[in-house]
Antibody, heavy 120, light 110 residues
Framework: DVQLVESGGGLVQPGGSLKISCAAS????????MTWVRQAPGKGLEWVSS????????YYADSVKGRFTISRDNSKNTLYLQMNSLRAEDTAVYYC?????????????WGQGTLVTVSS | QSALTQPASVSGSPGQSITISCTGT?????????VSWYQQHPGKAPKLLIF???NRPSGVSNRFSGSKSGNTASLTISGLQAEDEADYYC??????????FGGGTKLTVL
């Protein structure tokens, strides 16, 4: 079965930076686009960013554009999200996810999430 | 990137059918057949129920079905069961290389 395991979440001060990771296994990671979705406490799902299989194309929600950078290392089967200039409103559980097939298809596989808390 | 519009809550009795709507625009729901639906139980990761408007991944019960008319997509759950009580989210591709989710609907099984 597809496995996605996020890590690296924690407490960070406003204006700070954090890099979270998602380790993938049991599928050919280099062949699939990947996505980050977040969920603030008690709130709904919010798409954050997606990256193509090669890493050559990356897309961002307006709320994080210019502050967050998605990347991947296909040799390590790992997806990353570098988060800079963090704000209180970035506090959320961050999930990595893999689409069912096409880049923008339904997100069929999800990790368990990692909590990022932005607070002084 | 405005969120898709879903009712905040719906309810139904066991055995009944319910429908959750998801309204967008011609730039997202109405313009593409990339609407998906997710179920999320408290403290759990979302689970894909429907992709490409009406397709079910393997393992998802055929009690869940999806459809679309114009700018509104719908998820219907038939034969409601207690374990269906959860939050439900729709999502769509927007055509500008972004994905948007609905605000979520809380389903209560009476």
């Amino acid at each position: 079965d597809v496995q996605l395991v996020e890590s690296g979440g924690g407490l960070v001060q406003p204006g700070g930076s954090l890099k979270i990771s998602c380790a993938a296994s049991e599928f050919t990671f280099r062949s699939y686009a990947m996505t980050w979705v977040r969920q603030a406490p008690g709130k709904g799902l919010e798409w954050v960013s997606s990256i193509s299989d090669s890493g050559g194309s990356a897309y961002y929600a307006d709320s994080v554009k210019g502050r967050f950078t998605i990347s991947r290392d296909n040799s390590k089967n790992t997806l990353y999200l570098q988060m800079n200039s963090l704000r209180a409103e970035d506090t959320a559980v961050y999930y990595c996810a893999k689409a069912y097939d096409f880049f923008w298809s339904g997100l069929a596989f999800w990790g368990q999430g990692t909590l990022v808390t932005v607070s002084s | 990137q405005s969120a898709l519009t879903q009712p905040a809550s719906v309810s139904g009795s066991p055995g009944q059918s319910i429908t959750i709507s998801c309204t967008g625009t011609s730039s997202d729901v109405g313009g593409y057949n990339y609407v998906s639906w997710y179920q999320q139980h408290p403290g759990k990761a979302p689970k894909l129920l429907i992709f490409a408007v009406r397709n079910r991944p393997s393992g998802v019960s055929n009690r869940f079905s999806g459809s679309k008319s114009g700018n509104t997509a719908s998820l219907t759950i038939s034969g409601l069961q207690a374990e269906d009580e959860a939050d439900y989210y729709c999502s769509s591709y927007t055509g500008s290389n972004t994905r948007v989710f609905g605000g979520g609907t809380k389903l209560t099984v009476l």
